[in-house]
C-alpha cells in the first residue's frame, strides 16, 4: 500500500506521454484532454507537461487515488477518494482553471470507501447547472453507492490482514449518493473519446474498468495495483479466484497510460512496456497473475 503522500514528479514523468495524446501531432487532439491523477492525502495533479503538488488535506486517514479527465464539454473524475475529500478536489480543480460547474461525470468502479466517499459531494457540485452531474456505478454495485446495502467484507488473507486494519481504521461514514446511470460490461459512456466499460468482477461484485481505446488510456480500479514490487493483483477482494480470472482478462486490453486504484499510474514508453509485459506474463491464464498477497 503505498499512495499516501504526493509524489514529486520528475522532469521525464512531466513529459507528456503518447498514450495521453499530448505528443500526437494532432495539435487540437494534445491540447483538449488531459488525465490527471491525485491521492486524496497530498493532491499530486497532473496536467499536461505541468506538474504541481497541493497542500495535503490535514488530518485523517488517506489511500487510493482518482482521475480526472478533461474533455470540451466538461470533465470527468473517475473516484472520488475517501469521505472529506471534496476540498482536494476543490483545490486540484483550482490549480487547473477549472471551475466546479465544469464537472459533469463520476466513474465509479467500485463500492469501496476510498473510491465512492466524496461522491456524493461532488455530485452535489452541479446541482442546478445544466443537466447537472451524472454518476455512474456498475450495477452489482449501485446498492452500495446509494447507501442500501452495505459493501462485502473482502476475504483476507494473513497477508492483507495488517495491511487492512491498517488502512481502514478510522474511514467515517460513506454518505449515501445517487447512481444516475447502472453499467454493465461493454457499455460505453461520452468522454475521452468513447469510454469501454470492462466488467471487473473479484475485487468487488461490481467492480469495473474504464477504457479509453482512443488515447491508449486505461484506468484499472483496484484489481490492479502498482506497488515497490510491480503490478499485482490489488488487496482486499470479496472472491479472489474471480478476481484473478479478471485481471489475466483486463491484462489483455491494450494501454500505454494506466491508472490504478492504488499506486501509481504507468506512463510513457516504460510504463507502456510494463503493461505490455504484464500482458504476456497472464495470457497465460489466471494462475500467472502475480498475487503476492495471496
Ligand atoms: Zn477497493
Redesign the pocket.
Known amino acids: 500500500m503505498r499512495a499516501q503522500h504526493a509524489v514529486s514528479f520528475t522532469p521525464t514523468d512531466a513529459t507528456p506521454t503518447t498514450g495521453r495524446g499530448h505528443a500526437r501531432p494532432n495539435a487540437r487532439s494534445a491540447e483538449r484532454e488531459h488525465a490527471v491523477r491525485g491521492v486524496t492525502r497530498g493532491l499530486t495533479v497532473r496536467y499536461g507537461d505541468r506538474a504541481a503538488r497541493l497542500p495535503a488535506t490535514p488530518g485523517g486517514p488517506a489511500f487510493g487515488q482518482a482521475y480526472l479527465w478533461r474533455d470540451d464539454d466538461g470533465v470527468t473524475l473517475v473516484d472520488t477518494g475517501i469521505p472529506g475529500s471534496e476540498a482536494a478536489f476543490a483545490a486540484a480543480f483550482d490549480e487547473l482553471g477549472l471551475r466546479r460547474t465544469d464537472l459533469r461525470r463520476i466513474m465509479i468502479t467500485?463500492g469501496?470507501e476510498?473510491?465512492t466517499g466524496s461522491a456524493a459531494a461532488l455530485r452535489a457540485w452541479g446541482q442546478g447547472v445544466g443537466d447537472g452531474v451524472t454518476v455512474y456505478a456498475h450495477r452489482a454495485d449501485a446498492p452500495i453507492v446509494r447507501g442500501l446495502r452495505r459493501r462485502a467484507e473482502p476475504v483476507l488473507t494473513p497477508a492483507e490482514q495488517p495491511i487492512f486494519d491498517s488502512v481502514s481504521a478510522g474511514i467515517p461514514p460513506v454518505p449515501p449518493c445517487q447512481v444516475d446511470v447502472e453499467l454493465g460490461d461493454g457499455d460505453t459512456i461520452d468522454f475521452g473519446g468513447g469510454a469501454r466499460v470492462i466488467a471487473t468482477p473479484g475485487?468487488?461484485d461490481g467492480?469495473i474498468a474504464v477504457a479509453l481505446p482512443a488515447h491508449g488510456v486505461l484506468f484499472t480500479?483496484?484489481l490492479v495495483a502498482n506497488s515497490d514490487g510491480g503490478l499485482l493483483l490489488?488487496p482486499?477482494n470479496t472472491d479472489r479466484g474471480l478476481a484473478r480470472v479478471s485481471f489475466a482478462a483486463l491484462s489483455q486490453v491494450p494501454a500505454a497510460t494506466v491508472g490504478f486504484?492504488q499506486g501509481d499510474p504507468l506512463t510513457g514508453p516504460e510504463g507502456a512496456a510494463a503493461w505490455r509485459r504484464l500482458g504476456e506474463r497472464c495470457a497465460a491464464g489466471p494462475d500467472a497473475v502475480p498475487d503476492p498477497l495471496g
Open positions: 467500485h469501496h476510498d473510491h475485487h468487488t467492480s480500479g483496484d490489488g482486499f486504484g
